[in-house]
């Protein structure tokens, strides 16, 4: 089944403990992007990956890292989270053919205390 | 000014009606336009894509693109209470990987 995953899908942490949302696609597609969604706030793009070992902020990328070491996964790093980044984040990718159709992820809720 | 703007709604609907949802652009350089259905809960679900002026349907669904005037609109006809949920707009700039989401708009289909 094609399809995006992410782990974990919930998360409760402390202020300044690093961790990491993994995301990871079966489809081959190039591009990959992280998006936190808040009430009010709707889906801001965090980070996006045209293709391995190429990255690009998107329009939230303070506090957050990613990597693209592999065409299939594209994590997200946490460094030292605060309270702040309490949200909801979904992975997506796409192919890149012209228009970048993307599909998401199940959704990861983060909670920072 | 947001790059991407929606009424939040809610807009409420009768079963069987049609509902129309709006979506403006502040970028002309943005070429295509996505949109997207989010149950409460979930993940948002690509619904219909548009890039070229005029309609495009697909089912009961009708999206409509107008460069001129920077307006994306939804069209659903025979509303379902199923159609219930959150329609987020979306548009990318043919320069790069970003995509800009409207806030969405929250429709409700009344039994």
């Known amino acids: 089944e094609a399809q995006v995953t992410q782990n974990p899908r919930y998360l409760i942490t402390v202020t300044g403990k690093k961790l990491t949302v993994t995301c990871s696609q079966n489809?081959?597609?190039?591009?990959m992007s992280w998006y936190r969604q808040d009430p009010g706030l709707g889906l801001r793009q965090i980070y996006y990956s045209m293709n391995v070992e190429v990255t690009d902020k998107g329009d939230v990328p303070e506090g957050y890292k990613v990597s693209r070491k592999e065409k299939r996964n594209f994590p997200l790093i946490l460094e030292s989270p605060s309270p702040n980044q309490t949200s909801l984040y979904f992975c997506a990718s796409s192919i890149v053919i012209d228009h970048y159709e993307q599909y998401f992820g199940p959704g990861t809720r983060l909670t920072v205390t | 000014q947001k790059e991407v703007e929606q009424n939040s709604g809610p807009l409420s609907v009768p079963e069987g009606a049609i509902a129309s949802l709006n979506c403006t652009y502040s970028?002309?350089?943005?070429?295509?336009f996505f949109w997207y259905r989010q149950y409460s809960g979930k993940s948002p679900e690509l619904i219909m894509s548009i890039y070229s002026n005029g309609d495009k349907e697909d089912g009961r669904f009708t999206a409509q693109l107008n460069k001129a005037s920077q307006y994306v609109s939804l069209l659903i006809r025979d509303s379902q209470p199923s159609d219930s949920a959150t329609y987020l707009c979306?548009?990318?700039?043919?320069?790069?990987?970003?995509?800009?989401f409207g806030q969405g708009t929250e429709l409700s289909v009344k039994p």
């Open positions: 489809m081959n597609h190039e591009y």
């Open positions: 970028d002309r350089g943005s070429q295509s």
């Open positions: 979306a548009g990318r700039n043919n320069q790069g990987g970003k995509l800009i």
